[in-house]
């Protein structure tokens, strides 16, 4: 293979090529780099990927180029790449675990950009540990309006002493998630979702929209709660993305979602990998409470009985 060399990463060998090969041609940010950056992050990132069956999504060719997603785990795969099989109705999938640096950098190499992870953990694949919300804003509308929603979305947690964590999904929306790690459905958690979406559209119909049609979104936030489902993947945090820039799926705080907001500066939400790796050294893992935190998913009615609160503004 064309510039291949091996890396020794924690005691295994791993074969990568093309390092100088550029994946985002507006900044010149290489595969290299792109390696580098999960290497340099992975103290943080791993433990969220861990056990967790992933879909590859690959860019050959970088941002610009055909990308394809890969379900089934490469047959080429080294036999240190966990695998986990998952029945589905038309057979099985053996789905590529990345639990250790040296799979990350191997699914690196493969130009799998981007990171798509389930809301479960194998073997338990029916059962999320958390409960997510994929605010997606449509056209006029952007990550300023995904603020509101957030924090109208924190409050309604906050009533029901539930505690909840913000990423930005590093491309043009927010990611809401809700640590569960309890014993729990998809059944349960979907239906939780899909009810507290229709209310926060009754409650807020010039901001949220509950629907999927892409008509309904001029102005708004679709507020995507299908992603509880056993059969969607949600991008990672400390995943980059393909778009122009090498953006990344980054945690944040409240209060900084709420400085956005009151300042209406959009631009204090993109975070490229640079400022990821300074941040991760600064705060340390703010999504570090997903991995552990236990919380009840209460009855459903509860979306019903309390209404969402509106926000208030950061002083």
Known sequence: MAGETQLEVDGVGVNVSNLSKVFYPKTGFTKGQMI??????????????????????????????LFFYEKQCPSSAP????????????????????????????????????????????????????MAFDLDPGALADILKCCEVALHLKAFFDSLKLKSFPKTSGSKGM????????AVTYERTKAFAHELAQLMEQQFPDLVVSRMEKVLRKGKVFMDWSQNDDKKTTVNVYSLRAKERPTVSTPVTWNEVKAALNEQDADALIFEAAAVLKRVEKL????????????????????????????????
């Open 36 to 65: 580098d950056y999960y290497i340099r992050v992975s103290k943080y990132l791993l433990p969220h990927l861990r056990n967790r069956p992933i879909t590859l999504k690959r860019y050959p060719n970088g941002v610009e180029g």
């Open 79 to 130: 036999k240190w790449v966990k695998t986990t099989k998952v029945a589905k109705s038309d057979g099985e999938i053996n789905y590529c675990e990345l639990n250790d640096l040296p799979s990350l950098v191997w699914a690196s190499n493969l130009a799998n950009l981007e990171l798509h992870t389930f809301l479960h953990k194998a073997p338990a694949v029916q059962r999320p540990t958390a």
């Open 284 to 315: 340390g893992d703010l999504f570090a409470p997903m991995l552990s935190l236990k919380q009840k998913l209460p009855a459903v009615e509860s979306t019903r009985a309390r209404p969402a609160s509106k926000p208030r503004k950061a002083r």
């Open 175 to 182: 990611q809401i998630y809700v640590p569960l790690n309890t």
